[in-house]
């Protein structure tokens, strides 16, 4: 297992042991603290321990070599695992949405608003602390599906420091002249915290699908590609064709290479060999295919009958 293929693991695994003390007292909340931000909360949390567990055994098969039925690997799989989390956490958003607009026409007073904001206080901590190491990896991995991770992460410790609120805020609207108004708090919570996660889970899903129809590698990536050809300029006719292409953290990079027709096999494998391996060491995780391409003889020089440049010893 290569070095990226070892942190992404170790995010997988610190995903799991967080969101596990995440379910744990934040159920015991749900059962004694009546508010739909806390089961709002609640519930974006069994979807994190959902996603954590399928996580773990999306990374372990995404690491796998491709084989005859997978010939460019299992690498597609941690855009799956992105996708399902938006999709989820955008369901969540619009169910707990509309029973929150629902609870604003019959409001119910929130049952212990002080274990609720020891409860979010000690969630929106560990969410964020979650969130450095996790976003950390991610860089370190150059893993879509940790990265994802580190926005659900990121996304929780700002719901549950807006719900921390709302309980503070109730504990000061509860005894005093406002009391009446301590009711639509918890629903009006639930609704901006609603809004918070549909957007950018929307754009983490939207993320997912392209990676999924093969988008391109990054820009750098490109224009690392060019250069490194540029740089055996000397050695071939040109280059065509270049396509590129995204698994999970991997690459895939292709290009045709045109070689001078009466260039021996082997000088022509030796000049395409180097190009491929000096590309795949410029552009970190890129698996490269450089295919040769005999020439037209159709240039100038051929043309006027003079010796092909690439030929000479």
Known sequence: MSDKEQYMMKAARLSLRFNVVLFTFKFAALIVVRSLAIATDFAITLVGLTVSVILYNSLKLSSRPADLAHNYGYGKVEHVCEAMEGIVLIGIAVIMSFQ????????????????????????????????????????????????????????????????????????????????????????????????????????????????????????????????????????????????????GHKKFIEVKIIMPKDMSFSKAHETTSKIEKDIASGVPDSEVTVVMEPCGKDCGLMQDNKTCPYLIP
């Not at 820009?219 to 050695?235: C, F, N, P």
């Open 100 to 247: 929150a607009a629902a609870t604003f026409f019959h409001p119910v007073h929130v049952t212990y608003p002080l274990v609720g904001l020891a409860s979010s206080v000690l969630s929106l901590s560990l969410n964020f602390v979650g969130a450095f190491f996790l976003f950390q990896l991610a860089r370190r991995s150059s893993s879509p599906a940790v990265n994802a991770e580190g926005v659900h992460f990121k996304l929780e410790g700002f719901i549950s420091a807006a719900i921390a609120a709302a309980f503070l805020i109730t504990i000061v609207l509860k005894n005093g002249p406002w009391a009446h108004i301590e009711l639509y708090i918890d629903p009006a919570v639930t609704i901006l915290v609603s809004i918070a996660i549909f957007a950018p889970s929307l754009r983490l899903m939207k993320q997912a699908f392209i990676n999924l129809l093969d988008a391109s590698i990054e820009e750098s990536g490109k224009m690392e590609t060019v250069a490194r050809l540029a740089q055996h300029a000397d050695y071939y006719c040109n280059f065509k064709d270049l396509k590129t292409r995204t698994a």
